[in-house]
């Protein structure tokens, strides 16, 4: 039953063609992208399970944990959903937008095999030494901040993880090469290219892990006597936001493809979207500043200047997607008559497909809702009164939960119908499960924020509800934390049901002929007219309303700073 | 068809692009740069600013700093009541060092913080008020002076927001703001 899994119908060169997508298939490529994915969704199952006892544990009229317990399944959490399950996938993603859309063959698999077994052994090594964590050492949760001390072997498996992760890249990049010296005066197409920006911003965040975990685990078993808390968070956040860019990159990739493929979605102008992916890859890295805002030791101009992300370059460039997606799918549908109306073009698309809602869902949440807090808390002054609140914990599941994890939920659908050529068991529970995930996550995250920055409430906490030794606690914030247990904890039935479907269609799926679900995309054929003739004011519409709300929450975290007492 | 899968035909460059985009550009550029401006004015002209100037420090100074100022203080059954306008408090795993102060309402002081032992935060809120809160980050081996000034007497509590090991939500001290 395995080995059916990696069985499609190659030729004799070894390639295949997608009756979907068009593209000519690399029989290693697409089993790797087969591994790499299925370990993800492993991992996201693992993160899942912690979910449920974080979830149980800091809505305390459950109170499931003790503390000790609680942050090590809190570190559990983080580690498999925000690096494995991401990152598992990501390199699926580089050998889907390199070797699959340039239709060639996968280079140096054993390289890719190589990382692939670093990455799955100290991934398994990571989540070990976390739940085996004792006393002096400390759960590392997701940024293991020095001088507190994790177990060494922590840090050990987190330096091979990354190396793994940089090996398993190498047969992507050498794909890129080996097209730019047939091909010179080619453009690589834009999933390419996508893919070829978000690998880049991955090596930078991983040379900045190697620049951090190295001399870390030097000091943790005693080469170094000495660790400079200031030091390791300027160095850590290299990593620790880098990898979140990863993430960004590779969705905004992966919106472009499935957009396309599901939707009927083009291009509306190369230049602008190629040049909002080069805009992250000069200003994204400096995001990753907003984490010092309320650090001692660096000054003002410092804190300004690299929260703007050099004049927000990468806000921008977030602002440009998120006309040029919708717009692709508007002009795409409306030059084939899909729609003629303001939105008609979006009514009228396949909502019954997971794929596609779970798409859409994602683009629409990542940028209300993560992408409009993150320019908040990155604020410098306006970051007094998010940090280490818990409606940072809020901002960061609306991008990687509702943005990320939605979207590469999107693609596993895509994937299993697409290259394990499996009909998706329980088709009615599949076609609401986006609906349900995002809906309840949605609003799970949304009180995250709201206790956060209404009432204070601190992340990485056990209880707020008793501090011992005083009267005072966060009793006051009781109401929204059942609304966030009740929302959350249906939002985590919204992830069994999809690691259900998943895992379900792989082992007992019908066999499918995908062109029957997806309409085959060579037969995306318009009028011939010009793409970025089609009107595009559903998207305007859509945008403008996103400003509107961008800019009434601006205005009332600025009025809400303005009552604080007075400091600097 | 412009596909994102395919290699774009011709040259792309000169490619035309919607009136609608280019506007929508237009408008992003000009909103990105009002978020860029808005952090330089309220340096300027707003009243939260955790600017202030760090120094470095060893934990053992530091932890005779603050030994310093509880002597030089007045010790009530309140809290201390700081000689002059510094105040020094410290977070170590798992208490803070150098609360309760008992503050007057009105007048600015000069905050010295620094952390014994690991990384910790210092959240402050009032307990009327929850929403008002802001939270700095303690380094140890770092002196960091920020001139605070509260208007609204009342019990402002302090509790820790950087993991700092399993007691650490347990982390509690305050700022007594009388008239």
Redesign the interface.
Known sequence: MIKELFTNDYGPDGFRTCSVTGMRIDRTAENFVKIFGLTAVVALVMGGISAILVVLTRWEVVGLLPPDAFYNWLSVHAWNLLIFWMVFMEVAILYVGGPMVLGRKLPAPKLAMVGYVLMLVSAIGINWSIMTTSAPDQAPLLTSYAPLPSSEWFYLSAIVFILGTVIAALPFFAAIWQEKIEHPNRSLPLVAFGAFITAIIAVEALLGGLITYIPTYMWRIGLIEHIDAAWYRQMYWIIGHGSQQINLAAMVTVWYFLTHVVGGAEVVSEKVSRSAFILYLFFINMGAAHHLMADPALAASWKVWNTSYAAYGAVLASMIHAFAIPAGLEAGRRKRGAGKSLFGWLWSAPWGNPVFSAVIFSIILFGFMGGITGVLMGQMQLNLAWHNTWATVGHFHATVVLGTTMTFMGLVFFVIQTMFKKELIMAPLARIQPWFYSGFMALATLMMMYLGILYGIPRRHASVMDIPGTDFNFGAAEPLFVIFGIAALLAIVGGILFAGISVGSLLFGKKLEPSSVFRPAASWTGDGSAVHLQSMRGTFTFTLIFLAVFVIAYILNWYLLSRLWEIG | ????????QGN??I????V??K???R???V???I??A???V??SY???????P?YRVSTSEYIQKVQDFKKAGTQTEEGIIPADEHIYVAAARFSFDGFPVVLKAGK?YQVH?S?Y???H?L?I?P?HA???????????????V???????PG?Y?V????????????M?G?FIVQR
Not at chain 2, 1 to 8: F, G, L, N, R
Not at chain 2, 15 to 18: D, E, L, R
Not at chain 2, 46 to 52: I, R, V
Not at chain 2, 162 to 168: K, Q
């Open positions: 068809m412009s596909s994102p899968i395919h290699s774009p792309w460059w490619a035309g692009v919607s609608l985009e506007t929508w550009i408008i992003s550029v909103w990105c740069l978020l860029f808005s952090m330089i309220w340096a707003g009243k939260q600013n955790q600017h202030g760090t600015q913080m952390s032992d690991v990384q935060g959240s809120r307990e929850l929403s008002k809160q802001m939270s700095l980050q303690l380094l140890p081996g770092y002196e960091w920020l001139p605070m000034k509260f208007d609204e019990v509590h509790v820790c927001n950087e993991f700092c090991g399993v007691g650490h939500s347990t509690h305050s």
